[in-house]
Nanobody
Framework: QVQLVESGGGLVQAGGSLRLSCAAS????????MGWFRQAAGKEREFVAA????????YYADSVKGRFTISRGNAENTVYLQMNSLKPEDTAVYYC?????????????????WGQGTQVTVSS
């Protein structure tokens, strides 16, 4: 069982930055590939970024490529999402998720565990 708790969301002006964190419980964090997803009001959940469990391979949605960076600290049981050059269209609830996998996973339905989400609001 893995419990995930996101933090770091908030209100920021367009062009600004935020860093989201997702703290995981348990002693097997390094066995899990991690992902970030988001859901804007009235829209379906969408993939943002994902990272492999140990070698740092990452994958990004085209909409955030070059602006967002996913990273992880296995010693800290934490995954991060650095978000730069934020746009109003990035406004959403951001969720982190975990899957016991050796590869990067971009499909939300395959993930085993989810956090409760953190709100990110970007004003124009």
């Amino acid at each position: 069982q893995v419990q995930l708790v996101e933090s770091g969301g908030g209100l920021v002006q367009a062009g600004g930055s935020l860093r989201l964190s997702c703290a995981a419980s348990g002693r097997t964090f390094s066995s899990y590939a991690m992902g970030w997803f988001r859901q804007a009001a009235g829209k379906e959940r969408e993939f943002v970024a994902a990272i492999s469990r140990s070698d740092g391979r990452s994958y990004y949605a085209d909409s955030v490529k070059g602006r967002f960076t996913i990273s992880r600290g296995n010693a800290e049981n934490t995954v991060y999402l650095q978000m730069n050059s934020l746009k109003p269209e990035d406004t959403a609830v951001y969720y982190c998720a975990a899957i016991r996998s050796t590869i990067v996973v971009v499909t939300g339905g395959e993930y085993d565990y989810w956090g409760q989400g953190t709100q990110v609001t970007v004003s124009s």
